[in-house]
């Protein structure tokens, strides 16, 4: 069957900007160890290798990088926010055979011998919440360790320098906050995401194979409406590598559930 997902554009250009962006903190980390580094080992050789115009360009040269990686993590953030938009239109019409967008997917959710209505946008929520649940399992150490790698630099310079360089105290310690206010934003998204799903099991699980009814609906969009609301909140990318490597994975842990469910 031929895949369409006309909103994967949409997300290929957030991972662009991502990426810009971790390129800038890769930068102002080597710089920030470069700017340490340097004037303590000078001494200990026999020739000059920086120099105060050097040092200052290194120093200005981190600060575009620090706030490059700011300013594009924050286009990046609205991107995402602009593709989700685009998603749940789809979302929608998949789920209740409308055409709110210009373009559907297909093969995207691997539920089509579901009839339109409530249950299927539950199961077609349910299906892309336990995804994310899973790739954001395994993106949770990957952040820390990066979150660990790359605030010790900003660390060692900051508590070095004191208050000598009021500028470049700011600057450097903007970036360990960030990063330790995303990893929080994780774990949040993370338990949320988790949460939503044993409500999603729970709810279908109860109505198994049998025909919603009026009273089932209501059960049905709270966690749709719950699911939504922390990926509104969180507004995080998932990580595509992690996502496209273990992709396969999940679709076939997913189609097991969604089975189990149907049996009940």
């Known amino acids: 069957m031929t895949r369409i997902v006309p909103f994967d554009s949409n997300y290929t250009t957030v991972s662009k900007f991502e990426k810009a962006a971790f390129y800038c903190l890769l930068f102002s980390a080597f710089a920030i160890i470069y700017l340490w580094l340097i004037p303590k080992i000078e001494p200990l050789i026999q020739f000059k290798i920086s120099s105060k115009t050097i040092l200052d360009l290194v120093k200005v040269l981190s600060y575009v990088s620090m706030i490059g990686y700011i300013g594009l993590s924050s286009v990046a953030k609205y991107l995402f926010y ?3 938009k685009v998603k749940r ?4 019409d998949n ?4 055409c709110y967008s210009d373009c559907n997917s297909e093969g995207y959710y691997n539920n089509d011998e579901i009839p339109h209505g409530v249950k299927k946008l539950a199961i077609n929520t349910y299906e892309s919440s336990f995804h994310t649940e899973q790739t954001l399992r395994k993106m949770l150490f990957k952040y820390a360790m990066k979150m660990l790698l790359f605030s010790i630099p900003f660390l060692i310079s900051i508590f070095s320098i004191g208050g000598s360089d009021i500028v470049r105290l700011l600057f450097e310690i903007s970036i360990p906050l960030i990063m330790l206010s995303q990893f929080f934003i994780l774990i949040v998204y993370y338990t ?3 949460g939503v799903n044993e409500c999603f099991k729970i709810e279908l699980t109860n109505i198994g194979s049998k025909t919603v009814e009026v009273k089932d609906n209501a059960k049905l969009l709270k966690p749709v409406l719950d699911y939504y609301n922390i ?12 996502f496209k490597k273990h992709n396969d994975q999940i679709s076939s842990q997913w189609i097991k559930r969604k089975e189990k469910l149907n049996n009940e």
């Open 192 to 194: 949320g995401v988790k």
């Open 231 to 242: 990926k509104s909140w969180a507004t995080t990318n998932l990580d595509s590598t992690i």
């Open 95 to 98: 789920s209740f055979g409308t």
């Open 82 to 84: 602009s593709a989700e």
């Open 89 to 92: 239109g789809d979302l929608i």
